[in-house]
T-cell receptor, first 113, second 114 residues
Framework: DAGVIQSPRHEVTEMGQEVTLRCKPI?????LFWYRQTMMRGLELLIY????????DSGMPEDRFSAKMPNASFSTLKIQPSEPRDSAVYFC???????????FGPGTRLLVL | AQSVTQLDSQVPVFEEAPVELRCNYS??????LFWYVQYPNQGLQLLLK??????LVKGINGFEAEFNKSQTSFHLRKPSVHISDTAEYFC????????????FGRGTSLIVHP
């Protein structure tokens, strides 16, 4: 298996632009997580999907952030409009159950100028 | 709700020396415990996990951890570290029968010097 796939790996954009991050979870995994990692705040959970349904989005910072999972093999995290404080590494992770390991993607390093 | 405290933000150590990275958790119910490692510019990957049974858990790359219920700890140890062990280490906890969402600690940066 190729593991969790994220694209793009790096994104540089200007403030006010829309940013879309993409994730393909491991086949057969029914849980998907989006995280944000910064030096100041560490690893933060943004949203959790189970069987393509958003279960907990309490970590989504504000209305500028939205996430979708139209099917079991694809999810997007969108920021519109982007701001410099959104600069971070965004990780997608998937798993199969509560006892199970989370498998992380390589991350998308976002820089908003 | 559960919480995780990693007591050291940074641990410097010389190559071939032993190391212990500390993790304490708080939960009113039984927990599953995990240690993840993050190498520079990579995602997190599992080192080891405790679900039940033996309190001493062995993981990859020579790491092991011991679950201590009375002290609510899950410290990570390695008897002899290598330069390649330089990385960020995260402790995580999930409650048994609870949410699938884990709670992560802030991480400990292990720096191995030659």
């Amino acid at each position: 298996d190729a593991g969790v796939i994220q694209s793009p790996r790096h994104e540089v954009t200007e403030m006010g632009q829309e940013v879309t991050l993409r994730c393909k979870p491991i086949s057969g995994h029914n849980s998907l997580f989006w995280y944000r990692q910064t030096m100041m705040r560490g690893l933060e959970l943004l949203i959790y999907f189970n069987n393509n349904v958003p279960i907990d989005d309490s970590g989504m910072p504000e209305d500028r952030f939205s996430a979708k999972m139209p099917n079991a093999s694809f999810s997007t995290l969108k920021i519109q409009p982007s701001e410099p404080r959104d600069s971070a590494v965004y990780f997608c992770a998937s798993s199969t159950g509560q006892q199970e390991t989370q498998y992380f993607g390589p991350g998308t390093r976002l820089l908003v100028l | 709700a559960q919480s995780v405290t990693q007591l050291d933000s940074q641990v410097p150590v010389f190559e071939e020396a032993p190391v212990e990275l500390r993790c304490n958790y708080s939960s009113s119910v039984s927990v599953y415990l995990f240690w993840y490692v993050q190498y520079p510019n990579q995602g997190l990957q599992l080192l080891l996990k405790y679900l039940s049974g033996s309190t001493l858990v062995k993981g990859i790359n020579g790491f092991e951890a011991e679950f201590n219920k009375s002290q609510t700890s899950f410290h990570l140890r390695k008897p002899s570290v290598h330069i390649s062990d330089t990385a960020e280490y995260f402790c995580a906890v999930r409650t048994v029968g609870g949410s699938y969402i884990p709670t992560f600690g802030r991480g400990t940066s292990l720096i191995v010097h030659p």
